[in-house]
């Protein structure tokens, strides 16, 4: 198989076509100049784009990494020569905007399908291995290089040995002892175990579910018997009720009468009175209006006493301060040390030296400056030191105390304005209300206005005492006829019957709380029919258990022993290849290599007995190893009879000298022979 052209919306690729020859294919392109998109590209237009992928936190799906940043739907074409004719793959954004989904393989010839190639299997028909094995065989990412020294040999391990760096066996291995382990666990953790658990606990269930159903019948056994009592209780009940109740009928009607002329004078004295929420708002508003007037009165007062004393204060402020600036003195010393001047001066020169770095001080050159600053500054504090004395303090601040007197003058004007103000909208309010309760009375008239909200809000305070005085009287009627009674007798049996109804009542309630506390918990627990075929479908998931052990215990006797032929046949020839590339890439100074199954790869030197194991190799030197033995891979399990699969390889020289990379580019050109070999690299030789 040999790729011919390739061209796609992709990442940075824009829909140029990029053309390969035969042999060796070298691409020079810069950093983020698209080597690596490039190679997704080949890879996804071979085994398609999984769409299912989600974009994580550590990293992006490809169909957000890829999406092509020139604003065109993601598609592809990828014209390649297979079986001797050439084929053209396309893949296209479909419906639903699904990129890359729309897959067409046709012959260049004569534009008749491709029946073979199908969107799923397309590079595995084409290469003979999946993606993953297409990764880690014939597309070969320069990043891989950066690999820890145990990743690297695990790798290497595993391509010598089955030609997956996913290390399928171990993979494989490694799955099912951990499905055994699911299954077996230890202690209480495999699945078998929580089997004969959930078993144990579902047979305790049924044994409870048992018990309770015989507990429910026992009550239900009882509650016929608790009710015939509940009868009797009622009729002795009922009597003495009966009876006690001819004893006060006398004293109930007188009573009902009382009630009944206290509640007619109560109504009498409602009719009298507005609507309750117009008077409550009346009475708000009535008592926002004289609190306004108050506020207004002291406003008014208060602007009158600062504009009666305005003039005096301010003169008391003038002929204060006229006496202290007659009586002040303000005399100033000014004693200059002349020795502190000249240290200042001193200093400041030796500041400016060693600014310039005229006088070298050694270590300390770069801090000089600074230190003799601060000397400098220092002796100017001491030169001026108590030259000049104290003036005596005024008794006031008389520009400020004027200001306060005008604040306080301007202050007073504002608020008997404000409260004016307030005063004349809380009596708009006021007779907006008086209007609706007594549109009688004009605005003129505004004390009697207020005299009749008054006494309005005292017949109100009378109606409200007159209904607490009514329930007082009510409830105390009721607390006679319960609680007194000219036959003591009668009202004690009428409670011991009533007592014995409510004891009957309790016995009763008590065997039915109790059904319905074991029907509670027997619903908790579950329908016992359904425990039961639980519990018999557990028993068969546990020969089951029993049965998948047995399978994997053969499967992986099955896998040791293949795994074993397949090392057999292919180890040696991989081997073999890798020892003979290696001694290519190295120019002759690796010339044998071994790999170990304890995950150890060595390389020895010509003419030398000591081998180097990965840990010893350099970083280059293990690039190349790593190098020779995907090459090797690709030579021994992806060539077929007839055809051979295109290396892919993106920077594979990060880490090779100029020399190192002259051997690898002669490796290379030499499997050019057999089969194509595209190159992408950001280095020119």
């Not at 004693?335 to 050694?362: D, E, N």
């Not at 918990?521 to 546990?542: M, P, S």
């Not at 049965?547 to 022993?561: F, N, P, T, Y």
Request: glycine share 6%; with cysteine; proline share 3%.
């Amino acid at each position: 198989m040999k790729i011919l052209t390739a061209q796609g919306h992709f990442g940075v690729l824009d829909g140029r076509e990029i053309r390969f020859e035969d042999g060796l294919n070298v691409l020079y392109l810069p950093n983020e100049g698209g080597k690596s998109t490039l190679c997704n590209f080949l890879r996804v237009m071979l085994y398609g784009l999984n769409t299912s992928r989600r974009d994580s936190r550590k990293q992006l799906s490809d169909k957000t990494r890829y999406r092509p940043i020139d604003g065109n739907p993601m598609s592809g074409r990828l014209e390649l020569e297979w079986k001797g004719r050439r084929v053209v793959i396309s893949r296209q954004t479909g419906k639903g905007n699904a990129p890359m989904q729309e897959f067409s393989a046709y012959y260049a010839d004569t534009g008749e399908p491709c029946t073979e190639l199908t969107a799923k299997d397309c590079g595995k028909t084409l290469t003979g291995v999946s993606e993953e094995g297409f990764q880690s065989s014939a597309l070969l990412d320069g990043q891989e290089q950066s690999l820890s020294a145990g990743e690297l040999g695990d790798r290497m391990l595993a391509l010598s040995t089955t030609g997956d760096s996913a290390m399928m066996y171990s993979n494989a291995a490694a799955q099912l002892d951990h499905w055994k382990n699911a299954l077996r666990g230890t202690g209480k953790r495999g699945r078998y175990a929580q089997v004969e658990a959930d078993i144990e606990q579902l047979d305790q269930s049924i044994a409870r579910l048992d018990d309770l159903t015989e507990q429910i019948k026992q009550y239900e056994a009882q509650i016929p018997e608790a009710e015939n009592r509940i009868a009797q209780a009622e009729q002795g009940q009922q009597q003495a009720t009966e009876e006690f109740t001819l004893l006060f009928v006398a004293k109930r009607e007188a009573a009902e009468r009382e009630e009944r002329r206290s509640r007619e004078e109560l109504t009498a004295m409602r009719d009298a009175l507005p609507p309750f929420d117009i008077l409550a708002e009346a009475e708000r508003v009535t008592s926002a209006y004289l609190e306004a007037k108050q506020k207004a009165q002291a406003a008014r007062e208060e602007l009158e006493t600062v504009t009666a004393n305005y003039q005096k204060w301010k003169d008391d402020i003038d002929h204060t301060e006229d006496d202290y600036s007659n009586s002040a003195r303000s005399t100033s010393d000014i004693r200059i040390r002349g020795w502190s001047m000249v240290l200042a001066v001193l200093f400041g020169i030796m500041a400016v030296v060693s600014l310039l770095q005229l006088i070298p001080f050694g270590p300390l050159t770069s801090y000089m400056p600074y230190l003799f600053s601060v000397f400098a500054i220092i002796a100017l504090i001491v030169t001026f030191v108590g030259s000049t004395r104290s003036l005596e303090a005024p008794p006031m601040d008389f520009d400020e105390e004027r200001v306060k007197l005008e604040r306080r003058k301007q202050s007073a004007i504002v608020r008997n304005t404000q409260t004016t103000e307030q005063e004349k909208t809380a009596r708009g309010k006021f007779w907006e209300q008086m209007h609706r309760i007594a549109p009688g009375i004009p605005e003129e008239q505004e004390q009697r206005a207020l005299q009749w909200m008054q006494e309005t809000i005292t017949r109100k305070g009378r109606y409200l005492e007159c209904k607490r005085e009514h329930e007082a009287l009510a409830a105390q009627y009721l607390e006679i006829l319960d609680t007194t009674g000219p036959q003591g007798d009668a009202r004690m049996r009428m409670n011991e019957a009533k007592e014995a109804v409510d004891q009957a009542r309790q016995s009763c309630n008590a065997l039915h709380e109790a059904i319905a506390v074991c029907r509670g918990k027997c619903e908790e627990i579950g329908v016992r029919k359904e425990l039961c075929a639980q519990r018999d479908r557990l028993e068969e998931e546990k020969e089951s258990i029993l049965w998948q052990l047995d399978a994997i215990r053969l499967a992986k006797e099955s896998l040791v022993q293949a795994n074993a032929e397949l090392t057999g046949r292919v180890s040696p020839q991989i081997n073999q290849l890798a020892q003979e590339y290696l001694k290519t890439l190295t120019a002759d100074r690796y010339t044998a290599m071994q790999l170990y199954t304890d995950f150890e790869a060595t390389c020895r030197r010509d003419n030398s007995a000591v081998e180097m194991d990965r840990l010893r190799l350099s970083t280059g030197t293990r690039d190349q190893l790593y190098l020779a033995l995907r090459l090797a891979v690709c030579k021994v399990l992806l060539d077929e009879a007839d055809e051979s699969v295109p290396i892919i390889l993106d920077d594979p020289f990060v880490n090779y000298d100029d020399e190192r990379t002259a051997c690898g580019m002669k490796l290379l050109r030499e499997i050019a022979h057999d089969r194509q070999v595209i190159l992408l690299t950001c280095r020119r030789p």
